[in-house]
């Protein structure tokens, strides 16, 4: 009987996160049902492009130029020690577009757009705007979240593509002028050893992580209650708990496809 | 016709609604008058069906709603408008959006005709010319009054209001109070009014449903209700705190 206690106490949590994780499927499922069905609601998914892709580009360009700066000069540091130089072009090429591109990327759009969206659609919810909505006979699903969740897994692939290169850009700028490894050398490594395979695989990484983090913050935000208070809750877990998903899916992702 | 029958609500261990019964004739404005709490916004959101109840049926014209697919709910909720709270504008959108939002979800009238019914609608309810501005910028009773003139774009049979003076000055209580009667009139639709409040009550109701603990315990004209000998009414038309605690 008390061994009954302690596993129910101690799964307690389990479920919990079982339970969540099935209620934001359900919500992805909802809102890919919704996607094929009439009207297309092309104003909204455009509308949501833009706050989610075109507005996120100015932190992602800063943090990919920095990420492939430092990443230059951190393997420059390691590779001088037996005379590798010239493999830190292909260094850089190959963190950026099979991990660092689509993460960083993935992880800047969460802090800004997620949270945007957890406490945009969070708003709708206490103020009863989904109720109206609902009212109205207009689908929430449909009309808030779908047109979400389809700009992030659209967006986020091309805002690493666009990460990836100028990570490259800025390591290339970091190794051949600053640290003067040979830019001939430096760009001849990356021809050699960067696959189409690597930016390939990191743009499904893209995708899927746009999928997650659009998903999880809708979810957050479309279940919100508790006032202010729990706007503000659902923001803060939102980036949290996509934050948190990505690096565990990135995991798994890698294993499979590398 | 709106029609509740046996309708059981509860949220956790907290029966809102036991076993309710009403039925709130049509083309007339009926007032749900209740305690804070006491589940009168819960019985106006069964009736649009954001919620479902527990048990019991809701019929409108002889549908009952509780069994409806969305696809069939949403064909129902078309003859509805519903004014919320706090109005419920969407922030993102200017005030003649907001009330062009149904004529644009609902129907395929030129961009043209939309916009001469939404300020047409702005007007009835005393706004003209807001239509470029923002809710933010709005007071809470021309929020209010735009949020009428939403509910009221597609021309609804059935107009819900959930405390439409709530948080009000007594004038601007007065003027949509004015505006319910007038709308009422020129509309012929049947208007729901949730309320705690005596004065607009009498003021607008031609029948009032008194709810307490959970049932509608008297449903008569503003002179039936005025005239009621039961402890309950009594006290609250004549709003006496003692020998009723305090309430949740």
């Known amino acids: 009987m008390a061994m009954m206690n302690f596993f129910e106490y101690a799964g307690r949590p389990f479920v919990g996160i079982l339970e969540e994780f099935g209620r934001v499927m359900l919500l992805f499922l909802s809102a890919a049902v919704w996607a094929f069905r009439p009207p297309f609601r092309l104003r909204q998914v455009f509308k949501q492009m833009e706050a989610v892709g075109v507005n996120s580009l100015p932190v992602v360009l800063i943090t990919a130029v920095s990420s492939g700066m430092v990443l230059a000069l951190q393997s420059y540091y390691g590779f001088r020690m037996f005379g590798g130089e010239s493999l830190v072009g292909a260094t850089v090429a190959l963190s950026m577009t099979r991990e660092i591109g689509p993460v960083f990327t993935a992880l800047m759009v969460t802090g800004r757009a997620g949270s945007a969206m957890a406490a945009e659609i969070g708003t709708m919810r206490v103020k009863e705007q989904i109720d109206a909505l609902y009212a109205m006979s207009v689908n929430p699903v449909q009309f808030l979240v779908m047109p979400r969740v389809l700009a992030g897994m659209v967006t986020l692939p091309v805002l690493t593509v666009v990460s990836d290169f100028i990570g490259i850009v800025g390591g290339y700028f970091v190794g051949g002028q600053l640290l003067g490894i040979n830019s001939g050398v430096f760009m001849a490594r990356i021809y050699e050893m960067l696959d189409l395979n690597d930016i390939f695989n990191g743009l499904i990484k893209a995708v899927c992580f746009g999928l997650i983090l659009s998903v999880v913050s809708c979810y957050k935000g479309f279940y919100t209650t508790g006032g202010a208070e729990g706007v503000g809750r659902a923001a803060t877990q939102a980036v949290v708990i996509s934050t948190v998903s990505i690096f565990i899916s990135d995991f798994f992702l890698t294993a499979v496809m590398f | ?248």
Not at chain 2, 62 to 70: P, V
């Open chain 2, 1 to 248: 016709m709106i029609r509740l029958a046996g309708v059981t609500k509860s949220f956790g261990s907290q029966r809102v609604l036991n076993a309710l019964d009403l039925e709130i004739p049509s083309e007339e404005i009926t007032v749900i008058l209740g305690r804070s709490g006491s589940g009168k916004s819960v019985i106006l959101k069964h009736i649009i069906g954001l919620m479902t109840p527990d048990s019991g049926k809701i019929y409108i014209n002889d549908k009952d709603i509780t069994r409806l697919n969305e696809r069939e709910l949403n064909e129902v909720r078309k003859q509805f408008g519903m004014l919320f709270q706090d109005a419920a504008l969407f922030d993102s959108m200017t005030v003649g959006e907001n009330v062009a939002f149904p004529l644009v979800e609902h129907t395929r009238l030129p961009k043209k005709e939309i916009q001469r019914i939404v300020e047409e609608k702005l007007r009835q309810v005393g706004l003209p010319g807001v239509a470029e501005k923002m809710p933010s910028e709005l007071s809470g009773g021309m929020r209010k009054r735009a949020g009428l003139a939403r509910a009221i774009a597609l021309d609804p049979k059935i107009i819900l209001f959930d405390e439409p003076i709530t948080g009000l000055d007594p004038i601007m209580s007065d003027a949509i109070d004015d505006l319910i009667v007038n709308t009422q009139r020129q509309t012929r639709a049947t208007c729901v009014v949730i309320s705690h409040d005596i004065a607009s009550t009498f003021k607008i109701a031609h029948n009032i449903a008194m709810l307490y603990e959970g049932q509608i315990i008297e449903f008569g004209s503003p002179e039936a209700i005025r005239n009621s000998s039961h402890p309950f009414i009594r006290q609250f038309i004549k709003r006496e705190a003692p020998g009723w605690n305090a309430g949740p």
